[in-house]
């Protein structure tokens, strides 16, 4: 065997040397890449074929927890949007409602009826006043898309879970983040007609939910309108959300993108199968023929 080749500045070795990295190195020109100082014991952390003292290594490389800022040097987790955090905080920390981001001590609300991270907060829509200027262009969004309303005036609410769960006659806890205020009238049983008078979305939601739940309302309002018959839940909900996620598709951002894989991934079998069976009856026709027929047979297909 020849003498072995220094790595560092690439001549032989005539005395004492080291082996790390695959590689052979002169003692003393083992140097972390950070501080350039000598590593001179047996523990060190390698990155990118280069060695690093471990105090180095955590305070110039390593990512730190967003949330305690400690470096994370073991498992960690990582969420949708790429914020790195340590594992003990999966479990210590609850998740926004909407984003799935944690929320540490300092960032958590008390008393709000949802879970909401700081991010969700900034562009929560809390007023009717902020409300109106997105509800009418959404308006004319599913207007777009062939859902009319021949210029029926909607009113929009701003409500409280309670006031939902009473426009949706339940009465235990809900999970619905908005209802279509309608009024059906019967004689001797028999259904007549129904008259609806608008939208009510849960207050402080942010901005793309609330869009997105206004979205599938008006999905409900126009079924209303156009006298469509009374169907399966599936098929109702599932319409209604296949028309939502093509408005979260539309915007293309970061958060709409979330928002409708969760969609396609939603368990629920109503609004997640429904979803999903729906989606594929309307891919088959395309969602302007499916539509079209839907308003002028009053049959679902």
């Known amino acids: 065997m020849g003498q072995p080749i220094c790595k560092a500045c690439g001549q032989p070795i005539a005395g004492r040397f080291l082996t790390a990295l695959d590689a052979t190195w002169h003692p003393e020109h083992f ?6 100082r ?7 952390t390698p990155h990118q074929g280069r060695p ?21 040097l073991g498992i960690y987790r990582m969420d949708y949007w790429g914020n790195a955090f340590c594992q003990e905080h999966e479990n210590a920390y609850p998740a ?5 981001r944690l929320i ?13 991270c700081r991010v969700c907060r900034t562009s929560a829509i809390e007023t009717v006043e902020e409300a109106r200027p997105l509800f009418k262009q959404l308006i004319q969004w599913v207007g777009a898309q ?15 879970k309670a006031k939902l769960r009473h426009y949706l006659h339940e009465n235990g806890p809900t999970h619905s983040l908005g209802a279509t205020m309608s009024v059906s009238y019967a004689q001797e049983g028999q259904a007549l007609r129904s008259e609806v008078s608008g939208v009510a979305v849960l207050q402080g939601l942010p901005a793309l939910v609330f869009e997105s739940v206004v979205v599938h309302e008006l999905g409900h309002v126009w079924l209303v309108v156009q006298g469509a018959p009374r169907a399966e839940a599936w098929r109702e909900e599932g319409l209604c959300e296949v028309l939502s996620y093509r408005y979260l598709r539309s915007r293309d951002t970061a958060e709409s993108r979330f928002r409708a894989e ?3 991934r939603n368990p629920d079998p109503i609004y997640g199968e429904g979803f999903r069976r729906m989606q594929s ?3 088959r026709k395309g969602f302007a023929r499916f539509i079209e027929e839907l308003e002028h047979s009053k049959r679902w297909q």
Do not use: W
């Open 96 to 100: 926004c409602d909407f984003c799935g």
């Open 38 to 44: 000598p590593i001179t014991d047996a523990r060190f």
């Open 281 to 283: 009856l309307i891919e």
């Open 31 to 36: 140097l972390c890449a950070a501080c350039k």
């Open 262 to 264: 969760n969609m396609e």
């Open 146 to 160: 062939g859902l009319r309303y021949h210029q029926l005036p909607l009113s929009l609410e701003l409500c409280t």
């Open 52 to 72: 690093y003292h471990q105090d180095c290594y955590a305070r110039e490389i390593a990512q730190h927890c967003v949330y305690c800022g400690k470096p994370l």
């Open 104 to 116: 540490p001590p300092q960032d958590q609300e008390r008393g709000a009826e949802v879970v909401r």
